[in-house]
């Protein structure tokens, strides 16, 4: 158990619907990041937050966006969505702001659009 | 963008065998990670490089930080049953595609 926590494990939705992943990071971890798994395109980063700011950027849609709050939870959007979002949505923490600490990563969200 | 390159792809091997994977990019990187990924879980860090030619060990596992800083390699010494599951390396937030082990009974 990495002490990362995600809600929830699944998800089955419609295309054009709009869902909310959420991350608790282990305790203590002030980052948060958050990746799509995919078979066809493998661990693409998205986002990374620290503190409640954002941080870096990856390869995120328009149609996605993050968050974090002060309780340093953090949730990802997804919105008019499409069948290749399909994914296992992944969210990792560490202590620092350099991407140099290490991550533990949650067990993912499995997000199915039909 | 960045990429690495995994490779084999999916390996399959008898209990007891070494096993050999490695991860190259056509860009510099000055961190190289290895992680592994069981099914329905999240990946966990195995090995972080942080210095060209570095050469590291975590129990059976061995990985190197090629000197060029453009590839890595990880190996697996006398493979068990829980080995299985897929091997990624990275560079910082860039993950190769991984490497699936499969262990034949």
């Known amino acids: 158990d990495s002490g990362v926590t995600q809600t929830p494990k699944h998800l089955i939705t419609a295309t054009g619907q709009r869902v909310t992943l959420r991350c608790s990071p282990r305790?203590?971890?002030?980052?948060v990041y958050w990746y799509q798994q995919s078979l066809d395109q493998g661990l693409q980063f998205l986002i990374q937050?620290?503190?409640?700011?954002?941080?870096a950027k990856g390869n995120i849609l328009e149609r996605f966006s993050a968050q974090q709050f002060p309780d340093l939870h953090s949730e990802l959007n997804l919105s008019s969505l499409e069948l290749g979002d399909s994914a296992l949505y992944l969210c990792?923490?560490?202590?620092?702001?350099?991407?140099?600490?290490?991550?533990?990563f949650g067990p993912g969200t499995r997000l199915t659009v039909l | 963008g960045q990429q690495l390159n995994q490779s084999p792809q999916s390996m399959f091997i008898q209990e007891g065998e070494d096993v050999s994977m490695n991860c190259t990019s056509s860009?510099?990187?000055?961190?190289w990670l290895w992680y592994k990924q069981d099914p329905g879980e999240g990946p966990v860090l195995l090995i972080a490089?942080?210095?060209?030619?570095e050469l590291t060990s975590n129990g059976r596992l061995t990985a190197q930080f090629g000197i060029t800083r453009k590839d890595s390699f990880l190996n697996i010494s006398a493979s068990i049953p829980s080995d299985v599951g897929i091997y990624f390396c990275?560079?910082?937030?860039?993950f190769g595609k991984g490497t699936r082990l499969h262990i034949l009974p």
């Open positions: 305790s203590g971890d002030l980052s």
């Open positions: 490089l942080y210095k060209a030619g």
């Open positions: 937050y620290y503190n409640g700011e954002e941080r």
């Open positions: 990275a560079g910082l937030e860039v």
């Open positions: 990792a923490s560490s202590v620092g702001v350099s991407l140099t600490h290490t991550q533990y």
């Open positions: 860009s510099i990187f000055n961190t």
